[in-house]
């Protein structure tokens, strides 16, 4: 059993870290947040005065006597610096993507073994709501037998902004920013696909890097629409599940997010709740109804890593599962390339290379 709390150092300062980290290793009681970096002394200095600070990734790494290190940095240095850790003898977590090339991902599950360190992946909208329900009425056989799953994260941003994530960086744009969210639920639910189509383009004016994806994953059953676009100034429609019993669509994002925004800490009562005009609707032949929102927790992946750790318990995301988003955007981006339909191989050896 956890006798200790597991100090973890933070590596960036930037809106993820703040937003969906910091929050919960600061608050739940098996994380002691010990240390950070970033070139933000000031802001670090003033919001967290009693942890360490580092002013550079690899002070941290190689300095401090942190047990845990979730990394924050851009895309692009994720492997460089979650090598640099695990050589250190540390636990990692990576903020997804995973890595920006398959053979770097195989490298740090390789790396990972060897130190018997854990690996993950920061893969928290398993925990989002509206997904725990969809994944509940499917297992209940809510729906019957699924032929048409769509999964959609739209925004409204037509003009580019100056920030890395909309730069012609590797590994930036909305196909490594969203759609290893969207990729990772749908391997959740179904498994690896037979088949991808995808369209992954440049629709904005002065685009660097890919703000439009429409991918569709090939089961012998049924067809997975994945899409993301940034020109969706109204309702945000989430989900979209039609099988032979019935049809369920929701709209609206889970309220987790905007929550940590707000500054509202994930040990509150009503951690997670969604309000009822935002629930889901499913219809039948003959009926249509809400559906209660199930209680969402981005608190369960940390918890589940605390007893990994400590405990030996399973990993909530492994690497071997996020390298597999990896494998499928860059088949997607193939796929795009070509203007055709490729087969998924399931043999890791042969994937994504």
């Known amino acids: 059993m956890q006798t200790r709390p597991i100090k973890t150092a933070v590596v960036g300062y930037g809106y993820s870290a703040r937003t969906f980290h910091i929050p919960f290793i600061s608050q739940l009681q098996q994380f002691e947040f010990s240390a950070i970096s970033s070139s933000q002394t000031g802001a670090v200095q003033q919001d967290w005065p009693n942890v360490d600070h580092y002013s550079s990734a690899e002070a941290l790494l190689t300095e401090s006597d942190a047990e845990l290190v979730i990394i924050t940095a851009p895309n692009d240095v994720h492997f460089e610096l979650a090598a640099l850790a695990l050589e250190q003898g540390k636990h990692v977590i990576l903020e997804k993507p995973f890595v920006t090339r398959v053979a770097d991902g195989e490298r740090l599950i390789e790396l990972a073994r060897a130190k018997q360190r854990v690996l993950s992946v920061y893969h928290n909208r398993r925990w989002d709501g509206d997904f725990m329900t969809v994944k509940k009425l499917i297992e209940n056989q809510k729906l019957g037998d699924i032929k048409l799953f769509e999964s959609r994260f739209d925004r409204f941003r037509p003009e580019v902004r100056q920030r890395w994530r909309e730069q012609a960086a590797d590994g930036g744009g909305i196909l490594f920013d969203l759609g290893p969210h969207l990729i990772d639920q749908a391997l959740d639910l179904f498994g690896l696909p037979e088949a991808l189509t995808a369209q992954c383009q440049m629709l ?65 009562p009503a951690w997670g709740q969604e309000a009822q005009t935002q629930y889901g609707t499913l219809y039948t032949a003959e009926t249509q109804q809400p559906v209660i929102t199930e209680t969402g927790g981005y608190q369960h992946y940390f918890n589940a890593i605390a007893a990994a750790i400590r405990n030996g318990a399973e990993v909530p995301v492994t690497a071997e599962d996020a390298l597999w988003n990896i494998r499928l955007i860059k088949l997607a981006m193939q796929s795009s390339a070509q203007g055709r339909t490729l087969t998924v191989s399931h043999d890791a050896a042969e994937s994504g290379r």
Not at 218 to 245: C, E, M, W
Not at 246 to 253: A, P, V
């Open 204 to 268: 904005r004016d002065k685009a660097e890097t890919v703000d439009y994806f429409n991918i569709i994953l090939h089961y012998p059953d049924k067809q997975v629409i994945l899409h993301s676009d940034l020109f969706s100034a109204g309702p945000n429609k989430r989900f979209s599940v039609r099988g032979t019993l019935g049809s369920f669509e929701k709209y609206g994002l889970d309220p987790q997010e905007d929550q940590l925004k707000a500054g509202i800490k994930p040990t509150t």
